[in-house]
């Protein structure tokens, strides 16, 4: 991968991290993990004035961040039994709202009693609600089918929350944007492969990247590695419990419904329908793996989702299904309930000082993704302890870059930018509406040479064709708007192919097999994928 | 309610309008027996890149298809070119090159021609349009790749440098460029591969198009173009701009839609027109019409209504899972989508696909199995019905687009359909 380091200077004249060249980089905060609590972690840290690195072994956004449900909780799921994670949700929710309005859909929740949950569930709901401060609503069953009217009609109540739905990638991206404007460097595809320890203090990482092994030292590293958490801890001589507790979803390709749609009862597996862009997501379960990185989706799970999407909206089972995916919550817990269920959403920040005698070290584990930058915030705070400073955290109140305007996006908007750009413009991928334009400057942006990357930024390939007709047109721009050799272009092609495959395979029939064959024809039948020129390194890789 | 369309028997419906339906339809009108195509959609060949493949790859790649096919076809008993002699696969060949006005099909069994992909992979083709035959990599020195600008189906620059790459792993000395031109387009970024056809079938924009290219091309260069070099006037465009330019040109297929495909697609049904076959076109076979026990026709469904047609021939030409002849539901069961009849697919329990996107998936040769007649057979290996022959993918055991075998299966099984039933007919 040639994604370079994206740093800029400092604008806002804020100390940027020092050295490089020689294989080494000093700076205030060295933080692990480029998922949204380690994007959100560097924002902060840059904002209160520290000189920020993150490390990330992948693209940003490529653990669990980039492989979960899309839903900007109200709260809601948890008032009954998490009220702690419930109040954390609501008080995020607001704040979200206010700063990153342009990476969140205004879609609004709906709690609804189906005839397999308790009824009596949604007094309780309803009182969590208010004790936690979430706003509720209860509708009729005639009001929310005229909202909803693909629901379940034998829905018995239905109850209106402030649920949304959010664009992990561009929040995450915004961050980075916004990091980087204060100073911090950001470092995709850098793996920390050890912690530095100098005596019973942790001074910064070792990392591999594409130009080889650099040294970061820091005054106060911050492992923010999600369900990875644990081995970042371990590399330093410290043991963190994070369970890795797996979630499977499941993606039509259509929007069978506008809002976010929960089951009114306790957390259960395949309970909520999320809409997200142009698809509908079901999920999700939850079940313990031994390690975050290896772990197999069966048919029986996925039939599960159906099953669950039926109940919620007849018909589900018959709908064209795209694609399933997994992520793995991290899940802290030092010591307690053997089911993830029981283990509480709420986060906490870890100073390894006061419990394993490791100075300088913090792990911010737990929480959710709609709780990122409470985590962020309290994360930089105890690191605020370390360095013995006091900086107050500003993230509540500065907007991320492009947001601030109460401007939610909506699904048809990509749709009005199109139509002002018609005669000017080609479009890339039909499915998701991606103009030449934004994928020119997605590549450029980015000096990505993966299309998975462009993939996250833009929802390249994320439609009903599933790449189909998008991969080779996208392959032939980014190997002329980069200086790629075709080599290298080949195997990007190749690697998104297969990329794509990983999510399709599981679950292929019906309709989405049909689409999944044409696509065949064309990359194997009409372009000969099969044969392309590979440099021999990388036919090995593929 | 079902009603009946017509009370005459046809002598023949045919199911599906890609290669093989068209192919078994025309030779039986030709022939003047009675025959009703019916099909859901104008069919995969609008997605063809319209060269007729017999055998590029099994497993390694091959030069002869005739030489090749004896061995292939005892290691893969079920494939369906087991059914297909030589004499046959090369009289449907002949057939063909007679049937398409536009332009000549080149080519035999006995060759294979490399000719560039638009990703620029030489890939192996049996017979082809003319105007694509002069791609052959063997018979070229220096090639300029010409991209159009408004296109964005067809990228030049890593044509040409994968081209060059695979003609050096080959041990050939080939120079390939890029050429970005930039015809006019009024004003529009954005054209697709048939509205450039059309546009090519004017004397002006070609004129525009030669001019550009006078200027760029250097001496000796061939030239690559997409393949959108007109639609029914493709032989005229096609000579003149070679003799305005003065170097050889040819066609290179693109993405979908496709314009050979689509050329040849309207060569058959004119023919098909002409012969006086009958076209439904949006109906779709739902299950067979049995009376006293035998197979007397086929139930249609056209939106909502559904009408029986009776033949006392049916060719089954709906395609594989790619056109919904075979269907497969969650958990791998499948069917044969018209007439319900056996489909050879995966053991239960067997993985329906491999984890590797490029790996050989076990679903990949689902199909009918069919006898030396093109009958369907059962698990028993006998036929099912004795009038109804399956030609093109709906048949199994192939993987056509590995093998780069497609348009070869299609046109030669329907072609071997029509005339099972033209020997029954006498
Ligand atoms: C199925 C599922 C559905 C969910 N749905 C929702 C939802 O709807 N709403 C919600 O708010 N939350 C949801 N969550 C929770 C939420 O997704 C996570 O809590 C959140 O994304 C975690 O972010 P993170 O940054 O902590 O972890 P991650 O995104 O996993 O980031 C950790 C990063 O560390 C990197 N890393 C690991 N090892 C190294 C190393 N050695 N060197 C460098 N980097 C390393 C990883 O590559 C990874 O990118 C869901 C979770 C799951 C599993």
Redesign the interface.
């Known amino acids: 991968m040639t994604s370079a380091a994206i740093s800029s200077a400092s604008a806002a004249g804020q100390p940027a991290p020092a050295g490089r060249a020689d294989g080494r980089i000093d700076c205030d905060v060295l933080v692990i993990g480029g998922g949204s609590t380690g994007a959100g972690v560097a924002r902060d840290a840059a904002m209160r004035g520290f000189s920020t690195v993150l490390v990330e072994r992948a693209d940003m956004a490529t653990g669990t961040t980039g492989r979960f449900h899309g839903l900007l909780h109200s709260g809601g799921r948890y008032v009954v039994k998490d009220p702690k994670a419930a109040q954390e949700c609501i008080g995020e929710n607001i704040i979200l709202r206010r700063i990153a309005d342009d990476c969140i859909e205004d879609t609004g929740g709906l709690f609804v009693t189906t005839p397999i949950d308790d009824p009596g569930y949604a007094d309780r709901f309803i009182q969590g609600c208010k004790a936690t401060g979430i706003e509720v609503q209860e509708i009729g069953v005639a009001e929310a089918l005229r909202r909803e009217p693909r629901l379940n009609p034998r829905i018995s109540r239905a109850l209106v929350v402030p649920d949304a739905t959010v664009d992990a990638w561009k929040m995450v991206w915004s961050c980075v944007r916004s990091a980087t404007q204060y100073g911090a460097t950001v470092l995709p595809y850098h793996e920390v492969i050890s912690v530095i320890r100098d005596g019973s203090r942790v001074a910064g990482a070792v990392v591999r990247g594409p130009g080889g092994e650099l040294r970061i030292r820091a005054e106060v590293v911050i492992n923010a590695a999600g369900a990875w958490a644990g081995k970042i801890a371990a590399m330093a001589g410290c043991e963190v419990k994070v369970r890795p507790g797996k979630g499977i979803m499941v993606a039509t390709n259509h929007r069978l419904v506008n809002t976010v749609v929960n089951r009114c009862e306790m957390p259960a597996d395949g309970d909520i329908l999320v809409p997200i862009r142009t698809v509908s997501v079901i999920g999700t379960t939850d079940t313990l793996v031994d390690d975050p990185d290896d772990w197999p989706i069966s048919?029986q799970e996925?039939?599960e989702m159906?099953t669950a999407g039926e109940n919620l909206v007849p018909g589900f089972r018959e709908s064209r299904?795209l694609r399933v995916w997994g992520g793995v919550r991290p899940l802290f817990q030092d010591e307690g309930p053997a089911e993830t269920r029981d283990v509480t959403r709420a986060h906490a920040v870890l100073d390894h000082r006061a419990r394993d005698g490791v100075e300088a070290f913090l792990t911010i584990t737990g929480g959710k993704f709609c709780t990122y930058r409470l985590m962020a915030q309290d994360a930089v705070d105890a690191a605020c302890g370390v360095l013995g400073t006091s900086r107050p955290c500003r993230t509540a109140d500065e907007p991320l870059p492009d947001s601030g305007e109460q401007k939610f996006y909506r699904i048809g908007s990509r749709l009005a930018g199109r139509e002002r750009t018609l005669?000017?413009?080609?479009?890339?991928c039909e499915c998701e509406l991606v103009r030449?334009g934004a994928l020119e400057e997605a590549i450029a942006r980015r000096g990505a040479a993966s299309l998975d990357d462009i993939r996250r930024a833009l929802r390249l390939g994320m439609g009903p064709c599933q790449g189909g007709?998008c991969t080779?047109?996208a392959?032939?721009?980014l190997?002329?708007a980069t200086n790629l050799?075709?080599?290298e272009?080949?195997r990007a092609l190749?690697e998104f192919?297969?990329e794509?495959?990983?999510g399709l395979?599981p679950?292929?029939?019906?309709d989405q097999?049909?689409q999944a064959?044409?696509d065949?024809?064309?990359f194997?039948?009409?372009?000969?994928?099969?044969?392309?020129?590979l440099a021999e390194q990388e036919r090995a890789r593929v | 309610m079902t009603a009946q369309a017509g009370t005459r028997a046809a002598d023949a419906v045919v199911l599906g309008a890609g290669m093989a339906g068209l192919t078994a339809a025309v030779r039986l009108a030709e022939a003047g027996l009675r025959v009703v195509t019916v099909a859901k959609g104008l069919g995969s060949l609008r997605l063809a890149p319209a060269t007729i493949d017999i055998l590029g790859y099994g497993p390694g790649r091959v030069d002869s298809p005739a030489e090749a096919l004896p061995a292939f076809v005892a290691a893969h008993p079920h494939h369906p070119y087991a059914a297909v002699t030589p004499g046959a696969l090369a009289d449907s060949l002949r057939w063909l090159a007679g049937h398409v006005d536009a332009y000549a099909y080149v080519g035999d069994a006995s060759a294979n021609m490399l000719l560039p992909t638009a990703i620029g992979v030489p890939r192996p083709s049996a017979v082809v349009p003319e105007t694509m035959a002069g791609g052959d990599i063997r018979s070229l020195r220096c090639v300029a790749i010409a991209g159009l600008r408004a296109l964005k189906d067809f990228h030049p620059a890593l044509a040409a440098e994968n081209l060059r790459a695979a003609a050096a792993a080959g041990g050939l000395a080939l120079d390939a460029r890029p050429v970005l031109l930039s015809p006019p387009t009024d004003g529009e970024a954005d054209v697709g591969t048939l509205s450039f056809a059309r546009r090519f079938e004017d004397p002006g924009f070609r004129g525009a198009v030669a001019a550009e290219l006078r200027a760029a091309l250097r001496d000796e260069e061939a030239v690559g173009f997409p393949a959108v070099l007109g639609f029914d006037q493709v032989r005229s465009v096609w000579t003149e701009l070679q003799e305005a330019i003065g170097r050889p040109v040819f066609e290179i297929p693109t993405m979908p839609p496709s314009v050979p495909g689509m050329r040849l697609a309207r060569a058959l049904q004119e023919r098909l027109r002409r012969a006086g076959g009958r076209f439904v076109l949006g109906a779709q076979a739902v299950g067979p019409e049995i009376r006293d026990g035998r197979l007397a026709g086929v139930r249609i469904r056209a939106g909502t209504r559904e009408t029986v047609r009776l033949a006392r021939w049916i060719v089954l030409a709906t395609g594989g899972l790619a056109s919904g002849g075979i269907e497969v539901e969650l958990g791998g069961a499948a069917r044969e989508s018209a007439l319900g009849l056996p489909v050879f697919g995966p053991d239960p329990g067997e993985p329906a696909f491999l984890p590797g996107y490029l790996d050989e998936h076990p679903m990949g040769t689902i199909g009918l199995r069919v006898d030396a007649r093109l009958r369907p057979v059962g698990r028993d290996g006998e036929p099912v019905r004795q009038n109804v022959l399956a030609a093109g993918a709906v048949i199994g055991g192939a993987r056509p687009w590995r093998e780069k075998s497609g348009d070869g299966i299609s046109l030669s099984t329907g072609y071997l359909a029509a005339g099972t039933i033209l020997e029954d007919a006498g």
Request: net charge neutral; charged share 25%; aromatic share 10%.
């Open positions: 048919r996925i039939d159906l299904t005669h000017d413009e080609q479009l890339i030449r007709f080779y047109r392959t032939g721009i190997h002329q050799s075709a080599a272009a080949n190749l192919l297969q794509r495959w990983k395979h679950l292929l029939h019906g097999l049909r064959w044409l065949d024809w064309i194997q039948g009409v372009l000969d994928v099969e044969h392309l020129p």
